[in-house]
C-alpha cells in the first residue's frame, strides 16, 4: 500500500471521516488508511461513501461506509455506535461535511441601483431557507457528529478533533455569505472545542484550504475550452504563489501534521491556512 511522505504513523487508531464521499474527505480518508488508521467514511450518498471504502480496502486498508447525514442526531448517535462495534473507539473525528448551495448566492459580486427590481439575485433575494441549509450543513453538521463522536474520545489521550474550515473563514468572498459565515462559525467553534476539551485529553484544530482546482470545481474555474474563467483570473492574481493548490497532496500534509501526536502535541485551537500566500497578500 502507498505510504505517506509525512512519517505520521496512525496504525490501531480509529478514523472517522464525515462528507467522505467527495472529492476532499474521500481523499483526507484515503490519507488516513495509508497512515496505518481504520476509517469509518460517513455520507449522505453512500453509495459514494462505499465506492471510496472499497477502494482503499483494494490498496490494503481497512474501510468501511456509512449512511449518515450530520444533520440528524439521532442517526449520527446510531452511526457512532455501529462504528464503535465495529472498529473500536473512535480516536480521530475529521468533520468534513459541509457545501454551499446557490440559494444563499448573490449572482453578483457588488450591489448596484436597479438589482432590485431587476432579474439580478441580490443580496435582498436570498432565501431565508437557503442560508439555514448553508449553516447547518456547515456548522450544525460539524456539531453534532462531534457531540456523537467525541463522547468516544474523553478521558483517552492522544484523541482529536479535526475541523474544515476554509479561507472564507478569514475574508469573506464576494456572493457567497452564507458559507462564509459558516466558516468563520467553525473556526471558532474549534478554538472553544480546544478549550473545552482541552482537560480530558482531546485536540481541536481545523485546516483553513485556499483555492484548490478539482473536478468538482473545475467549471467555476475554466471555460469550456480549457481558458481560465474571470474568477479564475482573480483568484490567482491574489494568491502569491499564482497557482492553485494539488488537493492531491498539498493538504495531507496539513491533515498529517495536525493528527501527529508527537509533532503536534502542544497544537491545539488553531485554524491553519493552506493557501499559497492568500491571507497574507494585501492587493499591493
Not at 14 to 27: D, E, K, Q, R
Not at 123 to 130: A, M, V
Not at 131 to 150: C, K
Not at 240 to 259: H, I, N, Q, T, Y
Request: charged residues 20%; contains cysteine; glycine residues 10%.
Amino acid at each position: 500500500m502507498e505510504r505517506n511522505v509525512i512519517n505520521t504513523d496512525l496504525s490501531g487508531k480509529v478514523a472517522v471521516v464525515t462528507g467522505a464521499g467527495g472529492v476532499l474527505c474521500s481523499a483526507f480518508a484515503k490519507v488516513l488508511a495509508r497512515a496505518g488508521a481504520k476509517v469509518a467514511l460517513l455520507d449522505l450518498n453512500f453509495d459514494s461513501a462505499n465506492k471510496f471504502a472499497e477502494e482503499i480496502v483494494e490498496e490494503g486498508g481497512v474501510a468501511k461506509a456509512y449512511a449518515c447525514n450530520v444533520l440528524d442526531k439521532d442517526i449520527c448517535y446510531s452511526v457512532a455506535d455501529q462504528v464503535l462495534q465495529d472498529f473500536g473507539p473512535c480516536d480521530i473525528l475529521l468533520n468534513g461535511a459541509g457545501g454551499n448551495n446557490p440559494r444563499a448566492t448573490t449572482d453578483k459580486e457588488y450591489y448596484e441601483l436597479g438589482d432590485l427590481d431587476g432579474d439580478t439575485k441580490s443580496f435582498f433575494d436570498l432565501e431565508k431557507s437557503g442560508v439555514e441549509f448553508v449553516f447547518n450543513l456547515n456548522f450544525i453538521g460539524t456539531l453534532i457528529p462531534t457531540q456523537a463522536f467525541a463522547r468516544q474520545m474523553v478521558g483517552r489521550p492522544g484523541c482529536n478533533i479535526l475541523n474544515i474550515s476554509s479561507m472564507n473563514a478569514y475574508t469573506p468572498l464576494t456572493k457567497i455569505p452564507a458559507y462564509s459565515g459558516a466558516k468563520a462559525a467553525i473556526s471558532n467553534f474549534t478554538a472553544w472545542l480546544a478549550v473545552h476539551f482541552s482537560h480530558v485529553g482531546i485536540r481541536c484544530n481545523a485546516i483553513a484550504p485556499g483555492f484548490f482546482s478539482t473536478k468538482q470545481n473545475a467549471a467555476l474555474l475554466f471555460n469550456p475550452d480549457g481558458s481560465p474563467t474571470a474568477r479564475t483570473g482573480k483568484i490567482l492574481a491574489a494568491t502569491p504563489m499564482g497557482r492553485f493548490g494539488d488537493s492531491e497532496k498539498e493538504l495531507a500534509g496539513a491533515v498529517l501534521f495536525l493528527l501527529n501526536n508527537d509533532a503536534a502535541s502542544f497544537i491545539t485551537g488553531v485554524t491553519l491556512p493552506i493557501d499559497g500566500g492568500f491571507s497574507a497578500y494585501s492587493g499591493v
